[in-house]
């Protein structure tokens, strides 16, 4: 028996046999009869001198994945645009070689974390418009950075992060909410 493109497993068609034969029918209708039981499964030969199924490995527990990001909540940034909630700590990225900017990110995110911030801010820069020389790209970092903080090496550091308010740098810089830190101990 076919459901929309896939085939019932035998749990399903069990069920299905057992509501086909408790349905009482409409007036006038006839009864539908159940489709008959399939054939039983013939157990597979037992072949002798067959070694025994490898053991699988046990399974390693996996790291738990964490949330999606999430932009930041209205109520913040309407707190972040009025003065009333700050930012607890700001790395300036301007002038740095993207595997610089990385690492200094990384370690920047990591240390805030440690010390409990809640929200910091990230000065990527705009890049500079107008003519680009062949080969080389304006405002790498403000591209980058976004998807640096969505890796497996920061994901367990960011709760979320959006662009700043124009007083803390606009389009050039984010605003990066921290995970609280688990430390064991």
Do not use: C
Request: charged share 30%.
């Amino acid at each position: 028996m076919r459901r929309r493109g896939k085939l019932l497993s035998e749990a399903e068609l069990a069920l299905w046999r057992q509501v086909a034969r408790t349905v009482k029918p409409l007036p006038g209708r006839s009864p539908v009869e159940p489709e008959p039981e399939a054939a039983q499964a013939k157990p597979a030969p037992i072949v002798e001198n067959a070694s025994p199924p490898a053991m699988l490995a046990p399974a390693r527990p996996t790291k738990p994945v964490p949330p999606p990001l999430v932009p930041l909540e209205r109520r913040m940034r309407t707190q972040l645009r009025r003065g009333q909630q700050g930012v607890e700590a700001v790395i300036d990225l301007h002038g740095l070689r993207q595997e610089e900017a990385h690492s200094a990110l990384r370690g920047f995110l990591r240390l805030q974390q440690q010390r409990g911030a809640k929200l910091v801010l990230v000065v990527t820069g705009k890049g500079i418009a107008g003519d680009v020389p062949y080969g080389e790209e304006r405002g790498i970092l403000r591209r980058n950075v976004p998807h640096w903080l969505r890796l497996p090496d920061l994901r367990p550091l960011v709760l979320g992060f959006d662009e700043a308010e124009q007083r803390h740098g606009g389009a050039g810089a984010l605003y990066i909410r921290l995970r609280r830190s688990r430390e064991t101990g």
